[in-house]
């Protein structure tokens, strides 16, 4: 039962590098959506999406890029990364007919930039 | 708009006493109201959920929250705390059918159980 499962776990990255970070569900839920949680905050919706092909931008897309190539896979991408986006990154997924109610989230990301 | 206040952003309870965390909503229609637990290191999961079917809700863990429209608030409670319960807590506003999975999240409790 491995569910939402996020890579990596830690990352430190510099001013201005690009990274990928990787989300897989084994649900075949449709709902997919990343959050970055800061400190002593709630989270706050980046992007998401409803099925394969198919994205949307959340409440704080800026500085970040997503694709769905498939059902299984939603990677988060950071192109030039900034220190305002040190952060703890979840991913969550969710089947169709509860898109509005139970989510299953990953163990999370967290990324410092330096 | 809708909007999510936790009212205390830590809270300390000894082990076996109640747990009280509370939750203020602002919302311009009837919402559907969640309570998230994270655990240190870990996903966040759901403890309980308010989809209009009734204002006492009991979740998992022996949480129960109620949910009170003339207050606008939905607080989580617990009889008798336990050490494991010691987590974030989240409080949480789903802004409904059509707008995909839309969470608006509270800033979070920190439940700390004392032995």
């Known amino acids: 039962n491995a569910g939402v499962t996020q890579t990596p776990k830690f990352r430190i990255l510099k001013i201005g590098q690009s990274m990928t970070l990787q989300c897989t569900q084994d649900?075949?839920?449709?709902?997919m959506y990343w959050y970055r949680q800061d400190p002593g905050m709630g989270l706050k919706l980046i992007y998401y999406s409803v099925g394969a092909g198919i994205t949307d931008k959340g409440e704080v897309p800026n500085g970040y890029n997503v694709s769905r190539s498939t059902t299984e896979d939603f990677p988060l991408r950071l192109e030039l990364a900034a220190p305002s986006q040190t952060s703890v990154y979840f991913c969550?997924?969710?089947?169709?007919?509860?898109?509005?109610?139970?989510?299953?989230f990953g163990s999370g990301t967290q990324l410092s930039v330096l | 708009a809708q909007s999510v206040t936790q009212l205390d952003s830590h809270v300390s309870v000894s082990e076996g006493t109640p747990v009280l965390l509370r939750c203020n909503y602002s919302?311009?229609?009837?919402?559907?109201l969640f309570w998230y637990v994270q655990h240190p290191n870990k996903g966040l999961q759901l403890l309980l959920k308010?989809?209009?079917?009734?204002?006492l809700v009991k979740g998992i863990n022996g949480f129960e929250a109620e949910f009170k429209k003339s207050e606008t608030s939905f607080h989580l409670t617990k009889p008798s705390a336990h050490m494991s319960d010691a987590a974030e807590y989240f409080c949480?506003?789903?802004?409904?059918?059509?707008?995909?999975?839309?969470?608006?999240f509270g800033q979070g409790t920190t439940l700390q159980v004392k032995p």
């Open positions: 649900m075949n839920h449709n709902y």
């Open positions: 919302s311009s229609y009837s919402p559907s």
């Open positions: 949480v506003v789903s802004l409904g059918s059509g707008n995909t999975g839309k969470l608006i």
């Open positions: 308010y989809t209009s079917a009734a204002t």
């Open positions: 969550a997924s969710g089947p169709r007919q509860e898109a509005n109610e139970k989510l299953f």
